[in-house]
């Protein structure tokens, strides 16, 4: 089964560079972003199809190894990437959310998982699937905010896009609303797997930083009346960014989180 998800990730790839292909050497009308814009919508919905289909091919949600949480994001960016087009027409932001598409499903092609069919007692839980999506989605809209606070930090010389840094307000209200539900659902898990609502395992401990991390965010733009020091924002957002990264992949960098029992390999 490993080759599913080679095949899954080369078939995203592909389905993800044409569209992005055509915004970046085609001709930029309106008749071109049309285009863009239905291919895009055509290689989301294969993509929610596939997961689909490793949902029912494997008996399980395909939620278990970081490598399927990565299909998951390669689905939920785009998506974002589509939805935040058609509503602010900000075609770097679509293009942004195409690459890092590709990105993840190219880290699939080059590390496919193992296939592992069974979950194990802990996943067995009526708490692990709204759990772990609402914190896939959440991760992505705030992955998505730091896409934004990059390009404004480094793509751009002098004043800061106002818009711009707005649209990354939007989506880190979005985005820290879900990672809070992720936390209580969470919770709710532990006490039904571990019989305990929190215990300071390093993965609830980074979950917990990052939470609080972007809370200081939302209450620096809020005291800054969103107008003052947005560079020094947008900084706080990538600083943000690395935290989370840290408490999504912690199992495998962190040392001391090796023996979590959010560990189930």
């Known amino acids: ?158 004043q800061l896009d106002s818009p711009a840094v707005n649209l990354a307000d939007n989506l880190v209200y979005a985005g820290f609303a879900l990672i809070t539900f992720g936390l209580l659902f969470g919770a709710l898990w532990a006490k039904v797997a571990w019989g305990n609502y929190w215990s300071w395992d390093p993965k609830e401990t980074w979950a917990l930083i990052t939470w609080l991390v972007y809370l200081i965010y939302i209450h620096y733009r809020f005291k800054r009346n969103k107008v003052q020091k947005p560079r020094t924002a947008m900084w706080l957002l990538m600083a943000a960014f690395f935290i989370m990264l840290l408490a999504w992949m912690g199992m495998k960098l962190i040392p001391a989180a090796q023996g979590s029992i959010h560990s189930y390999s």
């Open 1 to 158: 089964m490993t080759n599913i998800y080679s095949i899954i990730a080369l078939g995203g790839i592909v389905l993800f560079l044409i569209p992005l292909l055509i915004m970046l050497v085609g001709p930029g009308n309106e008749k071109s972003m049309k285009i863009t814009e239905v291919l895009t919508v055509f290689s989301i919905f294969l993509m929610v199809s596939a997961i689909v289909w490793l949902w029912i091919s494997f008996e399980r949600p395909p939620m278990r190894t970081i490598g399927e949480t990565r299909i998951w994001y390669a689905f939920f960016l785009p998506l974002i990437g589509w939805l935040t087009y058609t509503r602010w027409k900000f075609k770097w932001f679509l293009a942004y959310s195409l690459l890092m598409a590709i990105v993840f499903l190219t880290i699939n092609l080059i590390k496919p998982e193992v296939f592992i069919k069974h979950l194990p007692p802990a996943l067995q839980s009526a708490w692990f699937v709204p759990h772990v999506i609402v914190y896939i989605l959440g991760y992505s809209l705030l992955a998505a905010s730091a896409l934004v606070a990059f390009r404004q930090l480094f793509f751009r010389s002098g």
